[in-house]
C-alpha cells in the first residue's frame, strides 16, 4: 500500500453502483477499466467479465480506510488542525490530522510533510535519538521513522492491539486463575475485538531508541524493549482500576522515575526499572490533567481541565494550588530556554510564569483559535499549534 | 414585410365613392362592425385589465433551475429533507467606536434582537444572539458540564458583568459565528418560517423585507456610527421584488421616450398618442392573459412587457405611417386606414410571426423561466396582432391624424442629392469601394470578436449575490460578513444519502471525512461543515473538550451519542440524509467546476453501496448545474436561432444570396455581443441566453424590411443604389425608428438594480442598435456583390 493509489479502487460509474471494483491491481486492467468506461453499460459489464475471466487475482471489495491509505501531502496541512507541537534538537515536527507530520528545520517558517503510510490523526511524538523516532495516535496507531521523521512506517495499530492483547491476558489469566484483573482485561480486549481499533494512544515516551512507552483513551499502555519490532501489552502494570484515559508521560527528576498522568485527577509514579506504576493519592483534584512541565528548581507543575494548575516539588506527595487568572482547560504547557513556562488553554489562552510556576499571568498575544500544543520557537517566538494550524506569535519579555 | 405597391390604390376622398365590399374577407369583418370590434375591445380590456390587477410579483429561484439536471433533480427528490436546513436570515449589528463590550453598544444590540424577535415569520425559538437564551456557553469540569447563557442571568451592565460576557463568548466559541473577528458587530440568526403558524399564510419576503428595512433605519438610520447588515435569502428575494419595482418605473420611462420619438418622426401627436395607447393596451392584456392563465412576474418575464410595448410601438409606426401617407395625398381617414391595413395587415402578421419564431426557439432550452418567457412574449406578439395591426387602423379610422403632420408626410421624396447627408452615407455603401471597405472593416471586426469572445466566462463573476449589483446594499452587506465574520454566502451543498440509519455507519462517515479532506485542497475552497465534522467536534465535546479526542472514533456507541446530539439540526430525522456544506471563496465557474470534478472523480474512486455523495444543493450547487447546461444551451441556442432565421429568410428572399446578406450581419452582431460581453464582464448565463435569440429573432426584422424591398426594387429594374435609395425612402427611416425605439424600450435596463436585468439591457440595446446599423451598411455592402445586378432593361415582373 505504499503507493498512493495502489490501494484504490478503479470505478465502476456512480450512478450504477456496479461494485465490480476492487478486482484490479494492474495498471493495464485500470487502463482497460477506463476505456470501457467510456463504451456503453452492457459493453462495459460484458467486458469486465471478460477482464475477470482472464485472470486478475480477485480480493474482497475494500473499503476506505484510513488505516490503510497514506497521508496526502498538502499545502493546508499547516492550516488544519493540529494536535502537537515538539522541538527536537533544531528541528520542529508539528503532527495532526490526516496523518500529517510536518517538520521545520528554520525555526518554523516552512514545514515540509513527512511520507507517513495512514492518516489516522497523530496525537504525540518523540525523539529519543537525532534519527530514531515514534509517533502515536488515533486507532492506535503507532509509528517509527529511522531518517530523523521524514519518512514513517506503520509499527503497531489498534487491530493489533486487541488481538495481541486479547491472547497475552488470556494467557496470563490462565496462568494465574487467582488474578481478578486479568479476565476484566480479557473481557475489554474482547470487546476491542469487535469495535476494532477504537482507542487512541495520547502520549509516546521514550527512554532511548529501543525502549518506549506509549499510554492512551481507557488506560490502553503498550512498551517495547526492541525499537518497537513488538509491543508488549503493560495496562496490567499500571494502578489505574477505572481504565482512566492516560493523557501525559513524563519523567520526574529521579533517573528511572518517570510520571503518567490522566483523567480524574489520575497521577501515577512509574519506576521503569520495576515495570510497575503507582497511583498517588494526594492529588487535591478530580479533573483530567492534560499537560505538564518541569520546572527550573526540579519541581513539576501540571495544567488540566477548568483551566485549574498544581505544583508538586516532592514527585506528587505534596502540592500546591498555582495562582493564575481564570481560563480554559490547559492543554500544554513548556519550560522556555531561559527558565520561564508557559502554558496554554484549549481556548487559546497563553499564560507564562517567570517564578517557577507559582505564578501565572496572562500575555497579550494574538487570538489564533482554539490550541492544542505549545513550543519555543527562534528569538522570543512561541509556535503555537491548534484548530487552524500553526501560528507563530511573538513572546513578550 | 413592407409591401411596395403604395401608389396603386385610388385617392378617395369622399367616403360615399368607396367600395365597402373591396378588400378582403378580413379587412370587411373589420371595418364594416368597426362599433362591435371597438366594443369587442373595450370589453376585453375590462375584463383582461382586471385580470391583470390580480398579477403576483415573484422573485424565487426554483424557476431559474435547469430543471432535467441530475443535480436540481438530487435536490428535488430530497428537498423535503433538505429543508428548513438554511431559510436564516443573518442580521449583523455594528458599532463604529470601540467594540460591542460597553453597557450601550450591548444594549443596542439587545433592542434591535427584541425588534427582530417580535417580528412575524420568525421562528423566535430558533432564533440565535449574544442576547438569546440559546447561546449558552459550555466548559467541562471534574463534576461534569458547567455553563449558561453567554449574557448572565444577573447581567447588569458593569465593568465586572461585560468582562463575563466577554468571558463567556470566547468560551462559547461564538466568535465569528455570533461576534464579529474585530468585536465591533454581534450577529443575530433569524430563522424564517414559511408559514405564518396565527394565519396560515405564506411568507411574504418584500412584507419581511421592508420590516426589516424599517428595523434597519429606526436603528440605525441616522446614527453614522451604527449600522445593520442585513443577509440572507429572503432578504435578497425580498430586495429582488423590491427591484422588479423599480424596473416597472422604467416602463414609464420606456413609454415617454418611445411617445417623443413617435412624435418627433410622425409630428402628430394625436396620432402618437394613438399608437403609444394601443401598444399598453397589448401589454395590459398580456398582463391580462398571463394573470389568467397563472404566470407571476418574474425578474425575467418582465422584460417581455417592455420587449412587447417597444416591437408594438415599432409595428404601430409603420400603420401610422401609411395612414399619414394616404391621407396626405387626400384620402379619406377611412379609407386611408383601410388601405394601410389592406396593405400591411399581412405585412404585419408575417413580421410578428418571424419574432414569434426568435422567441419559440427559447422553448428548447430546459429553464424553466426561459420557457416561460417564451411563452409569454409569443402571448403578446399574438396579442399585439389585434391592438397594433387591428385596432391602431380602427382607431385611426374613427380620429384621422393632424393636418401638418400629413402634409410632412406625402411630401415627394427628396432626391438622391437632396437627402440629409447620413442617408446618402448609407448609399455609397452600394458602391463597390465604399462597401469593399464595410464588408474587410466588418470581417476584421468579426475576427477580433471571436479572439476575444474566446475568454467568454461562463457564470456570475462578481462577488455576492449575483442577481444584485456588486455595490447593491445587499452585496455591501455579505462584504461586510465576508470581511468581519468566518462565514462564505456561496454553498455548494452536497448531498450525503445513506439507507435508514445509515448516517451513523463509520464506513459512510469516514468516506464523508476523506471527500471533506479532497475538497479542502482545491483552491477556492475555504471550509466544508457537515455532520461528519460536527460529529468529530462533539466527540471531542463529549470527552472534556480536549481536542486531541476531536477525531472520527470507530466506536459505535460514541458515534451513535455523537449522532445524536446532530439530530435535526445536522441531520434529518430518518438519519438518512444530510448535507456537506463546501463554503467557496466565490462562485466564479472555474472554482464551481473544480468542485464537480473533485466530486465526480471521488465517486468513481470510492463507490459504496453505504453512502451516496450526490450533487448538489446550495447556491452554488445550482449555479454549478446552470452552468453546465447554460454552456450547452448558449451553442444550442445559436443553432437553433440561426437555423429558424436562415430557413425565414429562405421562405422570403428565396435565394442562398439574400440568405447570406441578411445573417452576415447579425452573425456579427452575435460575434460582437459576445466579445462586449467578456469587455464588460458578463458571464454567459439564464438571463443571457434570451437575450442572443431576442437579439437575433428581432434583429431579422430589419433585413426583412429592407432586402424585400431592395430586391423588389431591383426586380423591378433598378440599380442597387436607386433600389436602395427607394428603399431607404419607403422603410429606411421606419428601420431607423424601429432600432431607435426597440433599444429605447430597453436600454433603461442598464439602470436596473437587479444585476442581470442590467446585463440584458445593455446587450439588448446593443443588438437591438448594431442590428440596426448591420442592416443599413453591412447589408447593401454584401448585395453590392451578392446580388448580381439585373439585365439594364427595366422589364416589369
Given at each position: 500500500?505504499?503507493e498512493?493509489?495502489?490501494?484504490?479502487?478503479?470505478?465502476?460509474?456512480?450512478?450504477?453502483?456496479?461494485?465490480?471494483?476492487?478486482?484490479?491491481?494492474s495498471?493495464f486492467?485500470?487502463?482497460?477499466?477506463?476505456?470501457?468506461?467510456?463504451a456503453?453499460?452492457?459493453?462495459?459489464?460484458?467486458?469486465?467479465a471478460?477482464?475477470?475471466?482472464?485472470?486478475?487475482?480477485?480480493?474482497?471489495?475494500?473499503?476506505?480506510?484510513?488505516?490503510?491509505?497514506?497521508?496526502?501531502p498538502?499545502?493546508?496541512?499547516?492550516?488544519?488542525?493540529?494536535?502537537?507541537?515538539r522541538?527536537?534538537?533544531?528541528r520542529?515536527?508539528?503532527?495532526?490530522?490526516?496523518?500529517?507530520?510536518?517538520?521545520?528545520?528554520?525555526?518554523?517558517?516552512?514545514?515540509?510533510?513527512?511520507?507517513?503510510?495512514?492518516?489516522?490523526?497523530?496525537?504525540?511524538?518523540d525523539f529519543?535519538?537525532?534519527?530514531?523516532?515514534?509517533?502515536?495516535?488515533?486507532?492506535?496507531?503507532?509509528?517509527?521513522?529511522?531518517?530523523g521523521?521524514?519518512t514513517?512506517v506503520?509499527?503497531?495499530d489498534?487491530?493489533?492491539y486487541?488481538?495481541?492483547?486479547?491472547?497475552?491476558?488470556?494467557?496470563l489469566?490462565?496462568?494465574?486463575?487467582?488474578n481478578?484483573?486479568?479476565?476484566?482485561?480479557v473481557?475489554?480486549l474482547?470487546l476491542?475485538?469487535?469495535?476494532?481499533?477504537?482507542?487512541?494512544?495520547?502520549?509516546?515516551?521514550?527512554?532511548?531508541?529501543?525502549?518506549?512507552?506509549?499510554?492512551?483513551?481507557y488506560?490502553?499502555?503498550?512498551?517495547?524493549f526492541?525499537?518497537?519490532?513488538?509491543?508488549?501489552?503493560?495496562?496490567?502494570?499500571y494502578?489505574?482500576d477505572?481504565?482512566?484515559h492516560m493523557?501525559?508521560?513524563?519523567?520526574?527528576?529521579?533517573?528511572?522515575?518517570?510520571?503518567?498522568?490522566?483523567?480524574?485527577g489520575l497521577?501515577?509514579?512509574?519506576d521503569?526499572?520495576?515495570?510497575?506504576?503507582?497511583?498517588?493519592?494526594s492529588?487535591?483534584?478530580?479533573?483530567?490533567?492534560?499537560?505538564?512541565?518541569?520546572?527550573?528548581?526540579?519541581?513539576?507543575?501540571?495544567?488540566?481541565?477548568?483551566?485549574?494548575?498544581?505544583?508538586?516539588?516532592?514527585?506528587?506527595?505534596?502540592?500546591?494550588?498555582?495562582?493564575?487568572?481564570?481560563?480554559?482547560?490547559?492543554?500544554?504547557?513548556i519550560?522556555?530556554?531561559?527558565g520561564?513556562?508557559?502554558?496554554v488553554?484549549?481556548?487559546g489562552?497563553?499564560l507564562?510564569?517567570?517564578?517557577?510556576?507559582?505564578t501565572?499571568?496572562?500575555?497579550p498575544?494574538?487570538?489564533?483559535?482554539?490550541l492544542?500544543?505549545v513550543?519555543?520557537?527562534?528569538?522570543?517566538?512561541?509556535?503555537?499549534?491548534?484548530?487552524?494550524?500553526i501560528?507563530k506569535?511573538?513572546?513578550?519579555r | 414585410?413592407?409591401?411596395?405597391?403604395?401608389?396603386?390604390l385610388?385617392?378617395?376622398?369622399d367616403?360615399?365613392?368607396?367600395?365597402?365590399?373591396?378588400?378582403?374577407?378580413?379587412e370587411?369583418?373589420?371595418?364594416?362592425?368597426?362599433?362591435?370590434v371597438?366594443v369587442?375591445?373595450?370589453?376585453?380590456t375590462?375584463?383582461l385589465?382586471?385580470?391583470?390587477?390580480?398579477?403576483?410579483?415573484?422573485?424565487?429561484?426554483?424557476?431559474?433551475?435547469?430543471?432535467?439536471?441530475?443535480?436540481?433533480?438530487?435536490?428535488?427528490?430530497?428537498?423535503t429533507?433538505?429543508?428548513?436546513?438554511?431559510?436564516?436570515?443573518?442580521?449583523?449589528?455594528?458599532?463604529?467606536?470601540?467594540?460591542?463590550?460597553?453597557?450601550?453598544?450591548?444594549?443596542?444590540?439587545?433592542?434591535?434582537?427584541?425588534?427582530?424577535?417580535?417580528?412575524?415569520?420568525v421562528?423566535?425559538?430558533?432564533?440565535?444572539?449574544?442576547?438569546?437564551?440559546?447561546?449558552?456557553?459550555?466548559?467541562?469540569?471534574?463534576?461534569?458540564?458547567?455553563g449558561g447563557?453567554?449574557?448572565?442571568?444577573?447581567?447588569?451592565?458593569s465593568?465586572?458583568?461585560?468582562?463575563?460576557?466577554?468571558?463567556?463568548?470566547?468560551?462559547?466559541?461564538?466568535?465569528?459565528?455570533?461576534?464579529?473577528?474585530?468585536?465591533?458587530?454581534a450577529?443575530?440568526?433569524?430563522?424564517?418560517?414559511?408559514?405564518?403558524?396565527?394565519?396560515?399564510?405564506?411568507l411574504?419576503?418584500?412584507?419581511?423585507?421592508?420590516?426589516?428595512?424599517?428595523?434597519?433605519?429606526?436603528y440605525?438610520?441616522?446614527?453614522?456610527?451604527?449600522?445593520?447588515?442585513?443577509?440572507?435569502?429572503?432578504?435578497?428575494?425580498g430586495?429582488?421584488i423590491?427591484?422588479?419595482?423599480?424596473?416597472?418605473?422604467?416602463?414609464?420611462?420606456?413609454?415617454?421616450?418611445?411617445?417623443?420619438?413617435l412624435?418627433w418622426?410622425?409630428?402628430?401627436?394625436?396620432?402618437?398618442?394613438?399608437?403609444?395607447?394601443?401598444s399598453?393596451?397589448?401589454?395590459l392584456?398580456?398582463?391580462?392573459?398571463?394573470?389568467?392563465?397563472?404566470?407571476?412576474?418574474?425578474?425575467?418575464?418582465?422584460l417581455?412587457?417592455?420587449?412587447?410595448?417597444?416591437i408594438?410601438?415599432?409595428?404601430?409606426?409603420?400603420?401610422?405611417?401609411?395612414?399619414?401617407?394616404d391621407?396626405?395625398?387626400?384620402?379619406?381617414?377611412?379609407v386611408?386606414?383601410?388601405?394601410?391595413?389592406?396593405?400591411?395587415?399581412?405585412?404585419?402578421?408575417?413580421?410578428?410571426?418571424?419574432?414569434?419564431?426568435?422567441?419559440?426557439?427559447?422553448?428548447?432550452?430546459q429553464?424553466?423561466?426561459i420557457?416561460?418567457?417564451?411563452?409569454?412574449?409569443?402571448?403578446?406578439?399574438?396579442?399585439?396582432?389585434?391592438t397594433?395591426?387591428?385596432?391602431?387602423?380602427?382607431?385611426l379610422?374613427?380620429?384621422?391624424?393632424?393636418?401638418?403632420?400629413?402634409?410632412?408626410?406625402?411630401?415627394p421624396?427628396?432626391?438622391?442629392?437632396?437627402?440629409?447627408?447620413?442617408?446618402?452615407?448609407?448609399?455609397l455603401?452600394?458602391?463597390?469601394?465604399?462597401?469593399?471597405?464595410?464588408?474587410?472593416?466588418?470581417?476584421?471586426?468579426?475576427a477580433?470578436?471571436?479572439y476575444?469572445?474566446?475568454?467568454?466566462?461562463?457564470?456570475d463573476?462578481?462577488?455576492?449575490?449575483?442577481?444584485?449589483?456588486?455595490d447593491?446594499?445587499?452585496?455591501?452587506?455579505?462584504?461586510?460578513?465576508?470581511?468581519?465574520?468566518?462565514?462564505?454566502?456561496?454553498v455548494?451543498?452536497?448531498?450525503?444519502?445513506?439507507?435508514?440509519?445509515?448516517?451513523?455507519?463509520?464506513?459512510?462517515?469516514?468516506?464523508a471525512?476523506?471527500l471533506e479532506w479532497?475538497?479542502?485542497?482545491?483552491?477556492?475552497?475555504e471550509?466544508?461543515?457537515?455532520?461528519?465534522?460536527?460529529?468529530?467536534?462533539?466527540?471531542?465535546?463529549?470527552?472534556?473538550g480536549?481536542?486531541?479526542?476531536?477525531?472520527?472514533?470507530?466506536?459505535?456507541?460514541?458515534?451513535?451519542?455523537?449522532?445524536?446530539?446532530?439530530?435535526?439540526?445536522?441531520?434529518?430525522?430518518?438519519?438518512?440524509?444530510?448535507?456537506?456544506?463546501?463554503y467557496?471563496a466565490?462562485?466564479?465557474?472555474?472554482?464551481?467546476?473544480?468542485?464537480?470534478?473533485?466530486?465526480?472523480?471521488?465517486?468513481?474512486?470510492?463507490?459504496?453501496?453505504?453512502?451516496?455523495?450526490?450533487?448538489?444543493?446550495?447556491?452554488?450547487?445550482f449555479?454549478?448545474?446552470?452552468?453546465i447546461?447554460?454552456?450547452?444551451a448558449?451553442?444550442?441556442?445559436l443553432?437553433?436561432?440561426?437555423?429558424?432565421?436562415?430557413?425565414?429568410?429562405?421562405?422570403?428572399?428565396?435565394?442562398?444570396?439574400?440568405?447570406?446578406?441578411a445573417?452576415?450581419?447579425?452573425?456579427?452582431?452575435?460575434?460582437?455581443?459576445?466579445?462586449?460581453?467578456v469587455?464588460?464582464?458578463i458571464?454567459?448565463?439564464?438571463?443571457?441566453?434570451?437575450?442572443?435569440?431576442?437579439?437575433?429573432?428581432?434583429?431579422?426584422?430589419?433585413?426583412?424590411?429592407?432586402?424585400?424591398v431592395?430586391?423588389?426594387?431591383?426586380?423591378q429594374g433598378?440599380?442597387?443604389?436607386?433600389?436602395?435609395?427607394?428603399?431607404?425612402?419607403?422603410?429606411g427611416?421606419?428601420?431607423?425608428l424601429?432600432?431607435?425605439?426597440?433599444?429605447?424600450?430597453?436600454?433603461?435596463w442598464?439602470?436596473?438594480?437587479?444585476?442581470?436585468?442590467?446585463?440584458?439591457?445593455?446587450?439588448?440595446?446593443?443588438m437591438?442598435?448594431?442590428?440596426m446599423?448591420?442592416?443599413?451598411?453591412?447589408?447593401?455592402?454584401?448585395?453590392?456583390?451578392?446580388?448580381?445586378?439585373?439585365p439594364?432593361?427595366?422589364?416589369?415582373?
Amino acid at each position: 500500500m505504499g503507493e498512493a493509489g495502489a490501494g484504490r479502487k478503479i470505478s465502476s460509474t456512480p450512478y450504477l453502483y456496479l461494485d465490480t471494483s476492487g478486482i484490479y491491481s494492474s495498471d493495464f486492467n485500470a487502463a482497460v477499466v477506463q476505456i470501457v468506461m467510456k463504451a456503453g453499460v452492457v459493453i462495459r459489464v460484458a467486458l469486465l467479465a471478460l477482464v475477470v475471466a482472464v485472470g486478475s487475482p480477485a480480493r474482497a471489495t475494500e473499503e476506505f480506510d484510513v488505516l490503510t491509505q497514506p497521508a496526502v501531502p498538502s499545502a493546508r496541512a499547516t492550516h488544519s488542525l493540529i494536535y502537537a507541537l515538539r522541538k527536537f534538537g533544531d528541528r520542529y515536527f508539528a503532527t495532526g490530522i490526516q496523518g500529517h507530520i510536518l517538520y521545520s528545520d528554520d525555526g518554523g517558517e516552512t514545514w515540509n510533510q513527512a511520507q507517513v503510510p495512514v492518516r489516522s490523526g497523530i496525537l504525540s511524538i518523540d525523539f529519543p535519538t537525532a534519527e530514531q523516532g515514534w509517533a502515536v495516535g488515533h486507532e492506535g496507531v503507532i509509528l517509527h521513522s529511522s531518517d530523523g521523521g521524514k519518512t514513517w512506517v506503520k509499527q503497531y495499530d489498534g487491530i493489533q492491539y486487541a488481538r495481541e492483547g486479547l491472547a497475552y491476558y488470556q494467557e496470563l489469566a490462565a496462568q494465574e486463575p487467582d488474578n481478578e484483573l486479568y479476565p476484566v482485561l480479557v473481557e475489554e480486549l474482547r470487546l476491542a475485538n469487535e469495535q476494532g481499533a477504537d482507542k487512541p494512544f495520547f502520549k509516546v515516551k521514550c527512554q532511548n531508541d529501543q525502549r518506549c512507552n506509549a499510554v492512551g483513551a481507557y488506560g490502553i499502555s503498550v512498551v517495547t524493549f526492541d525499537g518497537g519490532q513488538s509491543w508488549e501489552h503493560s495496562m496490567h502494570r499500571y494502578e489505574n482500576d477505572n481504565f482512566n484515559h492516560m493523557f501525559d508521560y513524563a519523567p520526574l527528576p529521579t533517573p528511572g522515575r518517570y510520571f503518567i498522568a490522566g483523567e480524574a485527577g489520575l497521577f501515577l509514579i512509574a519506576d521503569i526499572n520495576q515495570r510497575a506504576a503507582h497511583r498517588t493519592y494526594s492529588v487535591p483534584w478530580e479533573g483530567s490533567f492534560f499537560a505538564s512541565a518541569a520546572t527550573a528548581d526540579g519541581a513539576i507543575v501540571m495544567g488540566g481541565l477548568r483551566g485549574r494548575m498544581f505544583r508538586t516539588a516532592d514527585e506528587g506527595a505534596t502540592w500546591i494550588v498555582v495562582d493564575k487568572p481564570q481560563t480554559s482547560a490547559i492543554v500544554a504547557a513548556i519550560r522556555l530556554s531561559d527558565g520561564r513556562l508557559v502554558a496554554v488553554s484549549a481556548a487559546g489562552e497563553v499564560l507564562v510564569s517567570s517564578d517557577n510556576g507559582f505564578t501565572f499571568s496572562l500575555v497579550p498575544i494574538e487570538y489564533v483559535g482554539p490550541l492544542s500544543s505549545v513550543a519555543e520557537g527562534p528569538s522570543d517566538t512561541l509556535l503555537l499549534g491548534g484548530l487552524k494550524g500553526i501560528h507563530k506569535v511573538t513572546l513578550p519579555r | 414585410m413592407a409591401s411596395s405597391q403604395e401608389s396603386d390604390l385610388p385617392v378617395i376622398s369622399d367616403l360615399r365613392d368607396f367600395d365597402f365590399h373591396s378588400g378582403t374577407f378580413l379587412e370587411r369583418l373589420v371595418f364594416n362592425n368597426r362599433p362591435t370590434v371597438v366594443v369587442l375591445c373595450v370589453l376585453v380590456t375590462l375584463v383582461l385589465g382586471y385580470l391583470a390587477t390580480g398579477i403576483r410579483l415573484q422573485a424565487g429561484f426554483e424557476k431559474t433551475l435547469p430543471k432535467s439536471h441530475p443535480y436540481v433533480l438530487n435536490y428535488r427528490a430530497n428537498q423535503t429533507d433538505l429543508k428548513g436546513l438554511g431559510n436564516n436570515l443573518r442580521v449583523v449589528v455594528a458599532v463604529g467606536e470601540g467594540t460591542i463590550f460597553t453597557p450601550e453598544n450591548l444594549e443596542y444590540i439587545e433592542q434591535v434582537n427584541d425588534a427582530i424577535f417580535f417580528m412575524p415569520g420568525v421562528d423566535r425559538n430558533g432564533m440565535k444572539s449574544i442576547w438569546t437564551p440559546n447561546t449558552r456557553w459550555q466548559t467541562v469540569t471534574e463534576l461534569g458540564f458547567e455553563g449558561g447563557p453567554v449574557i448572565p442571568g444577573d447581567y447588569n451592565g458593569s465593568p465586572e458583568s461585560i468582562a463575563a460576557v466577554r468571558t463567556n463568548i470566547a468560551r462559547a466559541g461564538i466568535m465569528g459565528d455570533l461576534v464579529g473577528n474585530d468585536e465591533k458587530s454581534a450577529a443575530i440568526i433569524v430563522p424564517l418560517l414559511d408559514w405564518d403558524p396565527e394565519t396560515g399564510a405564506r411568507l411574504d419576503y418584500a412584507e419581511l423585507s421592508h420590516k426589516l428595512e424599517g428595523i434597519r433605519e429606526q436603528y440605525a438610520g441616522d446614527d453614522l456610527d451604527r449600522s445593520i447588515h442585513i443577509i440572507g435569502f429572503a432578504k435578497l428575494v425580498g430586495d429582488l421584488i423590491d427591484g422588479l419595482y423599480v424596473v416597472m418605473g422604467f416602463f414609464a420611462v420606456a413609454v415617454i421616450i418611445a411617445t417623443l420619438l413617435l412624435y418627433w418622426y410622425t409630428r402628430c401627436l394625436r396620432s402618437s398618442l394613438i399608437v403609444i395607447g394601443c401598444s399598453l393596451l397589448a401589454v395590459l392584456w398580456q398582463l391580462g392573459l398571463l394573470a389568467a392563465l397563472g404566470y407571476e412576474l418574474d425578474p425575467f418575464s418582465i422584460l417581455v412587457p417592455f420587449l412587447i410595448f417597444a416591437i408594438g410601438v415599432s409595428h404601430g409606426a409603420q400603420k401610422l405611417n401609411g395612414v399619414l401617407q394616404d391621407i396626405g395625398r387626400g384620402t379619406h381617414r377611412y379609407v386611408a386606414a383601410r388601405y394601410t391595413f389592406r396593405r400591411l395587415f399581412l405585412a404585419g402578421v408575417t413580421a410578428l410571426l418571424s419574432d414569434g419564431v426568435g422567441f419559440a426557439v427559447l422553448l428548447l432550452i430546459q429553464i424553466q423561466v426561459i420557457q416561460d418567457l417564451a411563452i409569454t412574449a409569443s402571448m403578446g406578439v399574438l396579442v399585439l396582432i389585434f391592438t397594433n395591426l387591428i385596432l391602431i387602423p380602427i382607431t385611426l379610422s374613427y380620429v384621422g391624424v393632424g393636418r401638418k403632420a400629413a402634409a410632412l408626410a406625402s411630401e415627394p421624396p427628396k432626391s438622391q442629392q437632396e437627402m440629409h447627408v447620413f442617408w446618402r452615407f448609407l448609399l455609397l455603401f452600394t458602391h463597390r469601394g465604399p462597401a469593399a471597405v464595410a464588408i474587410v472593416v466588418s470581417a476584421l471586426m468579426a475576427a477580433g470578436g471571436i479572439y476575444v469572445s474566446r475568454n467568454l466566462q461562463i457564470g456570475d463573476l462578481d462577488p455576492g449575490a449575483p442577481e444584485l449589483r456588486a455595490d447593491s446594499r445587499y452585496n455591501r452587506d455579505v462584504a461586510y460578513n465576508v470581511e468581519h465574520y468566518s462565514v462564505s454566502t456561496d454553498v455548494f451543498a452536497i448531498i450525503v444519502r445513506t439507507p435508514a440509519d445509515g448516517c451513523i455507519d463509520y464506513r459512510g462517515l469516514t468516506l464523508a471525512n476523506e471527500l471533506e479532506w479532497r475538497l479542502l485542497q482545491l483552491e477556492g475552497v475555504e471550509d466544508v461543515r457537515g455532520l461528519n465534522v460536527r460529529a468529530r467536534e462533539v466527540m471531542a465535546g463529549i470527552n472534556e473538550g480536549y481536542i486531541k479526542w476531536q477525531s472520527l472514533f470507530r466506536n459505535q456507541d460514541t458515534i451513535n451519542y455523537a449522532v445524536s446530539e446532530l439530530v435535526p439540526d445536522f441531520v434529518n430525522p430518518a438519519c438518512s440524509l444530510w448535507p456537506m456544506q463546501v463554503y467557496l471563496a466565490d462562485h466564479k465557474a472555474t472554482t464551481l467546476n473544480r468542485v464537480v470534478e473533485a466530486l465526480e472523480q471521488f465517486n468513481a474512486d470510492w463507490p459504496s453501496q453505504r453512502v451516496e455523495f450526490l450533487g448538489a444543493a446550495g447556491s452554488s450547487g445550482f449555479e454549478a448545474a446552470t452552468n453546465i447546461v447554460v454552456k450547452q444551451a448558449n451553442r444550442d441556442m445559436l443553432y437553433y436561432v440561426y437555423g429558424a432565421v436562415i430557413l425565414l429568410c429562405m421562405l422570403t428572399f428565396r435565394s442562398i444570396t439574400g440568405v447570406l446578406c441578411a445573417v452576415l450581419p447579425l452573425m456579427l452582431t452575435s460575434v460582437l455581443c459576445e466579445a462586449l460581453m467578456v469587455w464588460l464582464g458578463i458571464g454567459v448565463k439564464v438571463a443571457t441566453l434570451p437575450v442572443i435569440a431576442l437579439g437575433v429573432g428581432i434583429g431579422v426584422d430589419y433585413a426583412l424590411y429592407v432586402l424585400t424591398v431592395i430586391l423588389a426594387k431591383e426586380r423591378q429594374g433598378l440599380d442597387l443604389t436607386t433600389a436602395y435609395y427607394e428603399t431607404l425612402n419607403f422603410t429606411g427611416r421606419v428601420v431607423a425608428l424601429i432600432g431607435v425605439t426597440l433599444a429605447a424600450g430597453v436600454v433603461t435596463w442598464a439602470a436596473s438594480p437587479i444585476k442581470f436585468q442590467a446585463d440584458m439591457g445593455i446587450l439588448l440595446t446593443f443588438m437591438f442598435i448594431w442590428n440596426m446599423f448591420g442592416a443599413l451598411i453591412l447589408m447593401p455592402a454584401l448585395a453590392t456583390f451578392l446580388i448580381k445586378s439585373p439585365p439594364a432593361n427595366p422589364a416589369k415582373d
